[in-house]
Nanobody, 126 residues
């Protein structure tokens, strides 16, 4: 069974930056689209960003466009989320997810992710 381990979260001041990482076990990482979601206290989990298996296609939630960048290194089995210009609304637990189908990237980029890590807390102080 695939394992996903997020890291890189922490406390940052508004306007600052963080880079999240998600290390994925197994030899099939390069076959799957990956994503980042987040969940703030009292709110549902929401889509943040997605990237297809070779890194060519990327999608972002409107709330993070121009501030966050998703990327992946298939040689390291790792997906990243570079977060800049952070604000208090970005405070949440951030989760990475793996798509349930290999070599598939949906026109609905938030759909189809069924393997998740334990999450990493990001807190932005204003």
């Amino acid at each position: 069974q695939v394992q996903l381990v997020e890291s890189g979260g922490g406390l940052v001041q508004a306007g600052g930056s963080l880079r999240l990482s998600c290390a994925v076990s197994g030899r099939t990482f390069s076959s799957y689209a990956m994503s980042w979601f987040r969940q703030a206290p009292g709110k549902e989990r929401e889509f943040v960003a997605a990237i297809n298996w070779n890194g060519v296609s990327k999608d972002y939630a409107d709330s993070v466009k121009g501030r966050f960048t998703i990327s992946r290194d298939n040689a390291k089995n790792t997906v990243y989320l570079q977060m800049n210009s952070l604000n208090a609304d970005d405070t949440a637990v951030y989760y990475c997810g793996r798509h349930r189908r290999s070599y598939y990237y949906s026109s609905l980029p938030a759909d189809g992710y069924d393997s998740w890590g334990q999450g990493t807390q990001v807190t932005v102080s204003s």
